[in-house]
C-alpha cells in the first residue's frame, strides 16, 4: 500500500471539512506548517509537520513527524537527538544536478524524504528510486493533483512510496486515497469442468489488446453470467500461421463480462483505449492492465458450459477457431474447438449481484 498524504497548509474555509474526509477516507498522513491544525487529530493519522520557509517552533505539539530543510533547520539525524519521540525526514527541491545528489542521498538514509521535482519529467524520481532501491526510508513525492499522484505510483513500475498533495476542494482527498489502490487482491481461482460444448452460429467476438506484455500463464477472466468466469490465456503461446500476440486476449461474445478494477465488471463491448482490465495468472494474482484497443469482428462463435464443485454452471461463448484458448490447471492451455466434456478449466464464481458493473447485494438472476 502507497502512503497518502495531505497538506492541508494552504487551504483555507474548507480545511475543516477537508480534514474530517480525509480522516474518514484512512489517509496516513495530515500536512500542515501549522501545529494547530495537527493538535485534534485521531491518533489514526499520522500527524505531520511541515514549516516549509520557517524557523522550527518551540513545541512541536501534536506532530509524530517534522520534515525539515536541512540547510535551514539542521540535520534530521541531529535533531532527533534532541527531540527524542520525534521522527525527523528531509525536504529536497530538485531543480538541476546537485539536488538531485542531495535527493538520492536523502532518500538512502532518511526515513522520510519527501521531493519536490520542478521539471514536469519523471526521470529525476526514477533515478531517486533506482538509487534508494534497499533503503528502508520511504520517498514521497509532491503531486500537483490526483492524475499526477497516479502517474507518480507508477515510475519505474515500483513507483514512489507515497505522494503529499494539497487539496484544492473536497473530494480531493477521497480521489488521492483511491490513487494509492494501485494493486488488486488475488483471487481464489476454481476448477470447472466442461459439460458441453457447442457451436451457436455467428456473432461479433471482442479482442482485448492490452498496453502490457501479458504472461503464457496470464489472461483474463471471461463469463456470460457476472456470476462465472472463465480464464482467457493471451495470445503468447505458438501460432502455425501468425506470430504471436503478447498483448492480446481473443476474449469472446461482446456481451460478455471481464473484471476490471476493485472487481468491477464491464461489458467487453464498452471496453474501450484508455480502459483498465484485470490480468489474472493461474495461482490467482492479479494486476490491473490498460486496454490499448477492442477490435470487435464478426466470427463464428462456440458455446462451453461447465460446472464449478459447488454445482455453479458456467458459460463462455469464445471464438469458434483452433487458436482461441482457455487456461486449465497448472497453466494447461486447452484450444477451444478441441474442448470436451470432462475437460477441466480454471475459472472465477464472484458472490455478488451486479448494477452497472458494480457489486450489489440484491436479486439478479440470469440464464
Known amino acids: 500500500m502507497k502512503h497518502c498524504w495531505l497538506d492541508v497548509s494552504s487551504i483555507d474555509g474548507l480545511k475543516e ?4 474526509e480525509a480522516v474518514h477516507q484512512r489517509v496516513d498522513a495530515i500536512v500542515s506548517s501549522d501545529v494547530a491544525d495537527l493538535a485534534h487529530l485521531p491518533p489514526t493519522v499520522i500527524r505531520v509537520l511541515f514549516p516549509r520557509g520557517r524557523p522550527l517552533p518551540e513545541d512541536f505539539g501534536a506532530a509524530n513527524v517534522v520534515i525539515v530543510e536541512p540547510l535551514v533547520h539542521g540535520a534530521p539525524a541531529d535533531l532527533a537527538k534532541l527531540y527524542p519521540g520525534v521522527e525527523f525526514g528531509s525536504f529536497v527541491e530538485i531543480v538541476d544536478a546537485d539536488t538531485l545528489e542531495v535527493a538520492c542521498q536523502s532518500a538512502r538514509t532518511e526515513r522520510w524524504c519527501v521531493l519536490l521535482f520542478r521539471d514536469p519529467t519523471k526521470i529525476p524520481l526514477e533515478i531517486v528510486i533506482a538509487a534508494a532501491a534497499g533503503a528502508s526510508g520511504s520517498i514521497i513525492t ?26 484544492k ?32 452460429g455467428m456473432g461479433e467476438r471482442a479482442c482485448v489488446d492490452t498496453c502490457s506484455y501479458l504472461r503464457q500463464d496470464e489472461g483474463i477472466l471471461v463469463g456470460s453470467h ?21 498483448f492480446r ?7 460478455s463480462y471481464t473484471l476490471s478494477a476493485n472487481e468491477r465488471t464491464n461489458y467487453l463491448s464498452e471496453l474501450k483505449a484508455g480502459s483498465k482490465v484485470m490480468a489474472v495468472d493461474t495461482k490467482g494474482k492479479t494486476r490491473i492492465v490498460t486496454v490499448g484497443r477492442i477490435k470487435i469482428e464478426t466470427r463464428p462463435l462456440l458455446s462451453v458450459d461447465a460446472v ?59 440464464q
Not at 17 to 20: F, G, N, Y
Request: aromatic share 4%.
Open 142 to 167: 509532491v503531486a500537483e493533483d490526483v492524475a499526477e499522484a497516479t502517474i507518480i505510483f507508477g515510475v519505474l513500475e515500483l513507483g514512489s512510496d507515497g505522494v503529499m498533495m494539497a487539496p
Open 226 to 246: 457476472s456470476k462465472g468466469m472463465v480464464l482467457c490465456v493471451s495470445e503468447t503461446h505458438p501460432l502455425p500461421y501468425m506470430p504471436t500476440r503478447p
Open 249 to 255: 486476449v481473443n476474449a469472446g461474445a461482446i456481451m
Open 308 to 366: 464449478a464443485p459447488n454445482g455453479q454452471t458456467v458459460n463462455l461463448i469464445v471464438q469458434d477457431d483452433w487458436h482461441v484458448r482457455v487456461l486449465g490447471p497448472g497453466a494447461v492451455v486447452l484450444n477451444s474447438t478441441e474442448l470436451k466434456a470432462g475437460d477441466v478449466l480454471l475459472g472465477y464464481l464472484p458472490t455478488q449481484d451486479r448494477h452497472v458493473g458494480y457489486p450489489i447485494d440484491e436479486f439478479c438472476f440470469e
Open 17 to 20: 471539512a477537508v480534514i474530517e
Open 169 to 200: 476542494v473536497v473530494g480531493d482527498a477521497t480521489a488521492l486515497k483511491a490513487s494509492t489502490m494501485v494493486g488488486s487482491a488475488d483471487l481464489d481461482l476454481v476448477e470447472l469442468v466442461v459439460v458441453d460444448v457447442n457451436h451457436v
